[in-house]
């Protein structure tokens, strides 16, 4: 029997009742963007949960019992050793709302839907307030209009004096109620090596020896900017391939086993200007390894230095880069329930004509053990 042919009409009908409501129920989620830390964090259980607190408290060691020759027939000293200092940061709240009004719900209802956009509410809070934090552990939660968000990384990287001859700036912020300038807490650094890597300081630091108080919360502000790396140049990008392999040296000589950086996030014009300055190595630079060695998410087009991974994310400030242990890093949550987040809803509202609301919260913080295990890269100074 012969196939009788569709009219135009049939046509458009099938388009519109059958394939156009498939089509537009697949959305395509173009909000996010390559954030890598706080997912690793929550993948290697970096979430430490404390429910019922104002504040988060945590001790660092800084110091040791003196070690003395000891001399015949002559008596002991007895005296307690203050090895520890105690941190303290205040516990934040967030919060981020959605709302869908009674009439709205029953537009969207029954089988002539193209999406049931209600069921979408909750997972886009998740998304917004993951999002939140993907760009907050970056910031300082002490600069002028952020001091009740989440205290990100920028909180304890306040920097001194630093000229373009320097390859680091002299550290001179705060966090969780501790300084981090060199040599609060005491200490010792020694000073044989000749040019300093920061004239202020007038020492080897961070290269030579001295004692584990003088540093224990200081991070390294490495100066990208600086003409002293042997590039002839005071350029940030060229520069950056160098100070990335310094960094990493004094990070892992200064702290040692788990303290020693396995992660280095870049804004991308900084990553690619790494990439650019080595673009006749990379093709032997085998595929980070960290999602097959250790169960953790991979980055694709991350770059591998000695077992570190050097990634462009995108809520780093521009031309900065900052190099950590993610082992000494943690986001703390106090909520009752001890989850991350907490959701309330959907709720009908009487004032809202019975609009039906959503919420989520947080509370907590991120926690950095001691910002002695971070450096910073950065063009401080350039001239």
Request: with cysteine.
């Given at each position: 029997?012969?196939?009788?042919?569709?009219?135009?009409?049939?046509?458009?009908?099938?388009?519109?009742?059958?394939?156009?409501?498939?089509?537009?129920?697949?959305?395509?989620?173009?909000?996010?963007?390559?954030?890598?830390?706080?997912?690793?964090?929550?993948?290697?259980?970096?979430?430490?949960?404390?429910?019922?607190?104002?504040?988060?408290?945590?001790?660092?060691?800084?110091?040791?019992?003196?070690?003395?020759?000891?001399?015949?027939?002559?008596?002991?000293?007895?005296?307690?050793?203050?090895?520890?200092?105690?941190?303290?940061?205040?516990?934040?709240?967030?919060?981020?709302?959605?709302?869908?009004?009674?009439?709205?719900?029953?537009?969207?209802?029954?089988?002539?839907?193209?999406?049931?956009?209600?069921?979408?509410?909750?997972?886009?809070?998740?998304?917004?307030?993951?999002?939140?934090?993907?760009?907050?552990?970056?910031?300082?939660?002490?600069?002028?209009?952020?001091?009740?968000?989440?205290?990100?990384?920028?909180?304890?990287?306040?920097?001194?004096?630093?000229?373009?001859?320097?390859?680091?700036?002299?550290?001179?912020?705060?966090?969780?109620?501790?300084?981090?300038?060199?040599?609060?807490?005491?200490?010792?650094?020694?000073?044989?090596?000749?040019?300093?890597?920061?004239?202020?300081?007038?020492?080897?630091?961070?290269?030579?020896?001295?004692?584990?108080?003088?540093?224990?919360?200081?991070?390294?502000?490495?100066?990208?900017?600086?003409?002293?790396?042997?590039?002839?140049?005071?350029?940030?990008?060229?520069?950056?391939?160098?100070?990335?392999?310094?960094?990493?040296?004094?990070?892992?000589?200064?702290?040692?086993?788990?303290?020693?950086?396995?992660?280095?996030?870049?804004?991308?014009?900084?990553?690619?200007?790494?990439?650019?300055?080595?673009?006749?190595?990379?093709?032997?630079?085998?595929?980070?390894?960290?999602?097959?060695?250790?169960?953790?998410?991979?980055?694709?087009?991350?770059?591998?230095?000695?077992?570190?991974?050097?990634?462009?994310?995108?809520?780093?400030?521009?031309?900065?880069?900052?190099?950590?242990?993610?082992?000494?890093?943690?986001v703390k949550t106090a909520l009752p329930s001890g989850q991350l987040f907490e959701?309330?809803?959907?709720?009908?509202?009487?004032?809202?004509?019975?609009?039906?609301?959503?919420?989520?919260?947080?509370?907590?913080?991120?926690?950095?053990?001691?910002?002695?295990?971070?450096?910073?890269?950065?063009?401080?100074?350039?001239?």
């Open positions: 029997m012969a196939t009788i042919p569709l009219t135009l009409a049939d046509v458009a009908y099938d388009i519109q009742i059958n394939q156009l409501p498939n089509w537009i129920r697949a959305v395509e989620d173009m909000t996010m963007r390559s954030g890598f830390l706080y997912p690793r964090l929550s993948q290697q259980g970096g979430i430490v949960r404390e429910p019922g607190a104002y504040e988060d408290i945590w001790k660092i060691k800084v110091r040791l019992p003196e070690v003395r020759p000891m001399v015949n027939h002559q008596g002991l000293s007895f005296q307690p050793t203050q090895s520890e200092i105690q941190c303290r940061t205040q516990l934040r709240a967030m919060e981020t709302t959605e709302s869908m009004s009674m009439m709205d719900q029953w537009i969207n209802s029954g089988p002539n839907a193209l999406r049931k956009m209600v069921n979408d509410k909750g997972n886009d809070l998740r998304k917004a307030m993951t999002k939140a934090f993907m760009g907050d552990v970056w910031l300082s939660g002490s600069s002028a209009g952020r001091t009740d968000r989440y205290e990100g990384i920028e909180t304890g990287l306040g920097s001194g004096t630093v000229v373009v001859a320097d390859k680091i700036a002299k550290p001179d912020g705060s966090y969780a109620n501790q300084a981090t300038d060199v040599a609060t807490n005491g200490g010792y650094w020694s000073s044989d090596l000749g040019t300093p890597n920061n004239a202020a300081l007038a020492n080897d630091w961070p290269d030579g020896s001295g004692d584990d108080s003088y540093d224990c919360t200081s991070p390294i502000l490495v100066n990208t900017g600086s003409t002293s790396w042997g590039t002839g140049s005071n350029s940030h990008r060229v520069n950056l391939f160098r100070a990335c392999s310094q960094a990493q040296v004094w990070l892992t000589q200064l702290r040692g086993g788990d303290g020693a950086p396995d992660l280095c996030a870049c804004d991308a014009w900084s990553f690619q200007g790494l990439r650019e300055s080595q673009e006749a190595k990379l093709r032997l630079v085998n595929e980070n390894p960290s999602a097959i060695d250790i169960g953790l998410p991979g980055y694709k087009g991350a770059v591998n230095l000695d077992g570190m991974t050097i990634y462009p994310d995108f809520y780093c400030p521009t031309s900065t880069c900052y190099m950590m242990s993610t082992s000494k890093i943690v959701t309330r809803g959907p709720i009908e509202v009487p004032q809202l004509a019975f609009s039906s609301v959503w919420a989520l919260f947080t509370y907590g913080n991120f926690r950095f053990k001691s910002f002695a295990h971070i450096a910073k890269l950065y063009p401080y100074a350039t001239a």
